[in-house]
Structure formats: structure tokens, C-alpha cells
């Protein structure tokens, strides 16, 4: 089972690497409109915010399950994140 520092750990790299992606892309692309990039950056920090309140929950039945709907939900949104930054254009 992953500790709950690892677990935070991740998050924080996954959602630090998104976010400097896209200054990559804003700075390798400096004519473009960056209003979107702007709002990935501003969903990958309501992303990391709303899961570090969820792995600091302290009322939960099951650690393992609960750190595991984390982990699983961390690397959908971390997705979805990409697939905006790979759509930027």
C-alpha cells in the first residue's frame, strides 16, 4: 500500500509536470491566444487541491481503497489534462 506522503508526493510531480508543459508550450508558441493554457494551468491547481483534501480525509473505512480511488482518479484527470495541453493549437 502506497503511504500517504507518496501518494501526496505524486500529485504533486503529475500535476507540476502538467503545469510546466504547458509554460513550455506558451513559451514555444508566444503568438498564441493563451486564455486556454491559462485554463489548464487553473484545472490542474482545482485538481491538485481537491485531491489533497480527499488523501487528507481522516473518516474512512479503508485506507488502501480510499488511496487507490486517489491514485486511479489522479491519473484519469492527469489524462484528461493532457489531451487538453496534446488539443492546444
Known amino acids: 500500500m502506497a503511504s500517504k506522503r507518496d501518494l501526496k508526493k505524486d500529485i504533486n510531480y503529475v500535476l507540476?509536470?502538467?503545469?510546466?508543459?504547458v509554460?513550455?508550450?506558451e513559451l514555444t508558441n508566444p503568438g498564441k491566444d493563451t486564455k486556454k493554457s491559462e485554463a489548464i494551468i487553473d484545472e490542474a491547481i482545482d485538481t491538485f487541491d481537491?485531491?489533497?483534501?480527499?488523501v487528507n480525509l481522516r473518516d474512512i473505512e479503508s485506507q488502501k481503497k480510499h488511496f487507490t480511488s486517489v491514485?486511479?482518479?489522479l491519473e484519469d484527470r492527469g489524462r484528461k489534462l493532457?489531451?487538453?495541453?496534446?488539443?492546444?493549437?
Open 16 to 21: 507540476g509536470d502538467i503545469i510546466e508543459a
Open 23 to 25: 509554460y513550455i508550450w
Open 50 to 54: 481537491d485531491l489533497i483534501t480527499k
Open 71 to 73: 491514485k486511479q482518479e
Open 82 to 89: 493532457i489531451d487538453k495541453i496534446n488539443a492546444l493549437s
